[in-house]
């Protein structure tokens, strides 16, 4: 779950960036250097850096930072997103918020969740009161890194007030039934996985955290039924390898 999730976090963005009205925002020019990823990455790369040579200013930061990552240089993208969100603040961009949390997506890619943290922390307040989802979005992910860091406390505290903003959120739904779950919070665990299920019962983190919640609660029989879900649903997911693993030590 960690990498497809930090992943999506950061590509969601490009979409906004180019639909957001910016003076320095050579619509054509990034659009074609972000869809030039997937099929040659190291040569968006160049494209990028020979365009902020040329004053390309926030866009080619972005679309070198997402070059980066594709080519899963994840230390080297969150380096290029901090350039990034730290110009974005100078300039009091309304990109600042948006850079800060990919930085922190592309540092727990890295596998560095103090720096992650931080960078999260300083998204949520350069988002302010009012931009609710993407907010909550943020203290979900400065929730995950918390949970690396073995922050449980900051980890609760940053779920409840994510679900506090968008209470229909599955994924911050799953993740708050894995922190109850790992809390030995039962009845927590089992009516917010349960809420996640009905929003999102297709899902393969929220039937992966189903199966684990069933698991920990004493019903093998379901989290077996429904890790093998998980497999035949949605194979060659980190979602159903966790599961094979669970359904090899279960049996």
């Excluded at 679309?63 to 990034?84: D, K, M, P």
């Excluded at 979005?137 to 994510?162: F, I, N, W």
């Amino acid at each position: 779950m960690k990498t497809a999730l930090a992943v999506f976090a950061v590509f969601a963005a490009s979409a906004s960036l180019a639909q957001t009205p910016d003076s320095t925002l050579d619509k054509w020019r990034y659009e074609g250097c972000v869809n030039a990823i997937p099929a040659d990455a190291a040569k968006a790369e160049q494209f990028a850096v020979q365009w902020r040579a040329e004053g390309g200013g926030l866009p080619a930061r972005h679309c070198q930072a997402l070059a980066q990552l594709h080519q899963e240089r994840f230390s080297e993208a969150a380096a290029t997103l901090v350039q990034a969100a730290t110009a974005a603040e100078a300039a009091r961009s309304p990109f600042a918020a948006d850079f800060w949390g990919q930085a922190g997506n592309a540092a727990f890619l890295a596998g560095d969740s103090k720096a992650a943290k931080t960078h999260f922390t300083t998204a949520i307040a350069q988002a302010g009161a009012y931009s609710p989802i993407r907010t909550a979005a943020l203290h979900v992910d400065r929730a995950r890194a918390s949970t690396e860091l073995g922050d449980m406390a900051g980890a609760r505290t940053d779920l409840d007030k994510a679900l506090a903003l968008t209470p229909d959120d599955p994924l911050a739904l799953a993740l708050s039934a894995a922190l109850a779950r790992r809390e030995g919070n039962k009845a927590r665990a089992a009516a917010d996985i349960a809420r996640a299920s009905a929003l999102a019962p297709a899902d393969p983190d929220v039937m992966l955290e189903q199966a684990n919640v069933a698991a920990a609660a004493g019903d093998l029989a379901t989290a077996r039924q429904v890790w093998a879900m998980v497999v035949r649903a949605a194979p060659q997911t980190a979602a159903a390898q966790i599961a094979e693993r669970a359904l090899a030590a279960a049996n």
